[in-house]
């Protein structure tokens, strides 16, 4: 008796352990990872923006100094301004060259869709680094294939690089060239995900091509869209390498974005303190758009 | 740890201790051992029978070394094992045997260190040893005077021309340092030129913070000095002959791409429709080779009045006192090495450019034009005011006081003074700040 009710007893908490030990274990090589790749260099560097540490040797507490400082920088600014123009210019061109590319290769009406595919796809497999070094061919100012051609016609050579909106437009497109791939396989699958039904309904009551996109796709993908405006708008704040690749910042330093004024900042100059304060801020705005996003979208799903 | 084992093992063996050479391989403690056993030895008074050499080169353009050691070890039976590092890790390497106290007893290195620079050998005696003519305007002596390290082989800025295009334009051009012309007048000449034969551009000029002092030199000015508080400041040559620099970005003499946005000035000179390019001496092993499609040309580096460059160590040798036995085995190596006779063999193998002087090296180049190169620098480099070298000097002296400059503020600033973004006088108000913010005081 006792020792079958010794069994009974035992058997729930083993029974529980079953179910809540294994995903403990999961979730704890995930915590631990987390905070040894995350939480503690994110608590670092918070802690860093509080110093002058200059990357060696003993550092001083010196309170919101850096913070204060980065308000009155006026380099600081112009990288702020430059990445949300670039931000402003990238999001949209990304937005609608992919959309267009995904709406043209699920077409029925479109010969050779999947070819047409990879070949959208194969610029995003490529390192940013590359996509610069191959815009840098075409776009060169002295040497470009573009110039050249230009000039062949009679032109006069286009400052690609050293107008320095010129030389932003060029890393624009650049950059939407090699994100168009990735953010048009998103937006084929939410095309395909519409009913075909809702079509076959508007044609009936008359609606054309362009009627039955803008009342009917652009609605129905707007999960979709809102998720690619969201990745797109965090990437943009967080480009580097195509700038480095294509044109160094350049002109001088006018196109020099936040992350490569962070990283000059830090590393060539050795105000790592005051590099991580312009990180954390860079952080709070991404966080901001994030939240300001994810809100609008749960305004526009409720409604 | 294994090659102070070797090393020191070698002598153990004369002493008659050879089995322990085995342990001392693998057994950090039997290592320990040796190390006090070769400590000990130096009192015996002979000189060392073998030597460690560090050197950190690319495999294959270590030939010139190679020939040496061999030939040392022949003719004064001294075996010198010579050991070839990465040079990713190789500062890493000199520290951390510094600290274990293993150093190498010769080491060939990019820069001096002050972790370990108050083990160097004083090389006074190579360097002012007369019959050598060791270029004085290329060493740096610490504040007792004494010497620490002596320039394996030397660096100069220099200027190319494509000289299909002069040709092609009937425009002279000077062929001796001693007849050199003003930047004035290779500008006006590169000007005709370019429009003579439509070429692109009469000038690129690398991004370099080492090419523009050569040109500030030349114009008379010192670029960015400090004064005997260590203080930084530029002088009024300097302001001028910068805003000259600045100015010549104007896309016709020369494009503001490579300054300003990173655009390759060697590849722009390369394709055949640039008339001249400044850049210096490494480039002569690659164009012998590269440039087909037209002929190209060192001429000798303009003169305003100043006749100057900047010329850098390519590499220092130095010598550790590990104790007084290795420390005189070290010596006796080093001197040799710079006896003019071996030096020159060295450079010739290598294909370095000497810091002795009237050595006359024949280079193993097929190419008539990269011979003519080297002759050209050879010749010149005897003639450079001695401010040529101050930066060189300047850089191992920060070191020895434990500073470094990490970052020249040069590039960015002035690309931004050519972007319009700032004067030229403001640029170089930040690069002062930037050079005393480093290495000031």
Redesign the interface.
């Known amino acids: 008796m006792t020792k079958r009710a010794s069994a009974v007893s035992a058997s729930p908490p083993r029974r529980r352990s079953k179910y809540t030990l294994a995903p403990l274990v999961l979730i704890a090589a995930n915590v631990v990872l987390f905070s040894l790749f995350f939480v503690w260099p994110a608590v670092i560097g918070l802690v860093y923006s509080f110093t002058n540490y200059t990357g060696v040797g003993a550092f001083q507490f010196i309170g919101l100094d850096n913070y204060d400082n980065l308000l009155g920088d006026s380099t600081f600014y112009d990288a702020l301004t430059r990445t949300l123009l670039y931000t402003v210019l990238f999001v949209p061109l990304n937005f609608v060259v992919s959309l267009l590319a995904a709406n043209l290769v699920v077409s029925k009406h479109a010969k050779g869709g999947s070819v047409a595919r990879v070949l959208f796809f194969i610029p995003w497999l490529l390192s940013p680094i590359v996509v610069g070094v191959l815009w840098r061919w075409m776009f060169?100012?002295?040497?470009g294939l573009v110039n050249y051609v230009i000039e062949k016609f009679g032109g006069d050579a286009v400052?690609w690089?050293?107008n320095?909106d010129l030389?932003l437009l060029v890393v624009v497109m650049a950059s939407a060239w090699a994100w168009t791939g990735f953010t048009m396989l998103l937006f084929i699958a939410a095309i395909k995900n519409v009913p075909v039904s809702y079509y076959e309904a508007a044609s009936l009551d008359g609606a054309g091509p362009w009627r039955q996109f803008f009342s009917i796709t652009l609605p129905s993908i707007a999960p979709t869209s809102f998720i690619v405006i969201l990745l797109n708008t965090i990437n943009a704040m967080k480009e580097y390498p195509v700038f480095v690749a294509l044109?160094?910042g350049?002109?001088?330093?006018?196109n020099n974005l936040l992350v490569q004024y962070i990283y000059?900042t830090g590393f060539?100059?050795?105000q790592i303190g005051y590099a991580s304060a312009a990180s954390f801020v860079l952080m709070l705005i991404l966080m901001a758009v994030a939240i300001i996003q994810l809100i609008v979208n749960r305004r526009v799903e409720n409604r | 740890m294994t090659t102070v084992g070797v090393r020191r093992s070698s002598r153990l063996g004369r002493g008659g201790t050879r089995r322990l050479v085995p342990l001392a391989a693998g057994v950090s403690a039997a290592a320990l051992l040796l190390s006090a056993c070769g400590g000990g030895e130096s009192d015996s008074g002979g000189t060392s029978k073998s030597l460690t050499f560090w050197i950190s080169t690319v495999p294959g353009q270590d030939a010139g070394w190679k020939k040496m050691v061999a030939q040392y070890e022949k003719e004064t039976g001294v075996k010198v094992k010579l050991v070839n590092i990465p040079y990713e890790g190789y500062t890493t390497k000199l520290r951390n045997s510094a600290q274990a106290n293993s150093l190498p007893d010769v080491a060939a290195v990019p820069a001096l260190d002050p972790i370990w620079s108050n083990k160097l050998i004083d090389l006074s005696d190579i360097a002012d040893n007369k019959a050598n003519k060791i270029n004085a305007n290329f060493l740096a002596k610490d504040s007792s005077g004494k010497v620490l390290s002596i320039p394996s082989d030397v660096t100069a800025s220099g200027m190319f021309i494509n000289k299909s295009l002069f040709e092609k334009a009937g425009v002279d051009y000077p062929t001796s340092p001693d007849k050199t012309w003003t930047w004035d007048e290779f500008i006006k000449a590169a000007n005709e030129v370019q429009e003579k034969t439509k070429a692109k551009y009469s000038l690129t000029f690398d991004p370099s913070p080492s090419r523009l002092r050569a040109m500030v030199y030349e114009m008379g000015g010192k670029y960015v000095h400090a004064d005997d508080s260590g203080k930084f400041s530029v002088d009024d040559a300097t302001k001028k002959a910068v805003k000259t620099f600045v100015g010549w970005n104007d896309d016709k003499t020369m494009p503001k791409s490579v300054w300003t946005s990173g655009a390759d000035p060697s590849a722009m000179f390369q394709s055949g429709d640039v008339v001249a390019y400044w850049s210096g001496v490494w480039q002569v092993a690659a164009y012998s080779e590269s440039i087909t499609k037209f002929e190209w040309a060192s001429v000798p580096t303009p003169a305003q009045p100043v006749q100057a460059s900047d010329v850098n160590s390519g590499g220092m040798t130095v010598g550790f006192n590990n104790n007084a036995d290795a420390a005189g085995a070290a010596k006796k190596f080093l001197s040799w090495l710079y006896e003019p006779d071996h030096y020159r063999t060295l450079c010739e193998t290598s294909g370095f450019l000497p810091v002795e002087s009237g050595l006359n090296p024949k280079y193993p180049f097929k190419s008539e034009a990269a011979q003519a190169a080297f002759k050209l620098y050879n010749e010149s480099i005897p003639l450079y005011d001695p401010i040529s070298g101050y930066f060189n000097s300047a850089q191992t002296n920060w070191v020895l006081k434990g500073k470094s400059l990490a970052e020249d503020p040069t590039k960015t600033e002035l690309g931004k003074a050519i972007n319009g973004q700032q004067s030229s006088d403001k640029a170089l108000e930040n690069i002062v700040a930037g050079y005393n913010q480093q290495v000031g005081g």
């Not at chain 1, 060169?140 to 040497?143: I, K, S, T």
């Not at chain 1, 350049?250 to 006018?254: A, E, F, M, R």
Request: charged letters at 20%.
């Open positions: 060169g100012e002295n040497f400052p690089q050293s320095a030389s044109n160094n350049g002109p001088g330093t006018s000059e060539k100059r050795g």
